[in-house]
């Protein structure tokens, strides 16, 4: 499991971090987090996977969803892939 960083957290630290939204295209309708990219979780885990988004690995990375389900299941994969990755607990309704 992933560890966390709380919506307020993220807010006081927003600018050390890469946000990384996990969301399907059709969920965006709700919002998003300002600055945040939108790469689906199934996109994201073929990108770390290819070496697509090695970039990143340079970077602190947050990911979230809608729950924090996803957003959670993407922060363990970047990690396994050397990413240094947190999720947002609760996601993006928190």
Do not use: W
């Amino acid at each position: 499991m992933a560890n966390k960083v709380t919506s307020k957290e993220l807010q006081e630290g927003k600018e050390e971090y890469t946000i990384l939204d996990v969301r399907e295209a059709d969920e965006l309708e709700e919002g998003k987090i300002d600055g945040a990219v939108n790469i689906p979780l199934g996109q994201l885990i073929r990108k770390a996977r290819h070496g697509d988004i090695d970039d990143l690995k340079r970077k602190k990375i947050v990911t979230y969803c809608n729950s924090g389900y996803r957003g959670n299941i993407a922060a363990d994969e970047l990690n396994k892939q050397g990413f240094d990755t947190i999720t947002i607990e609760g996601g993006y309704s928190a």
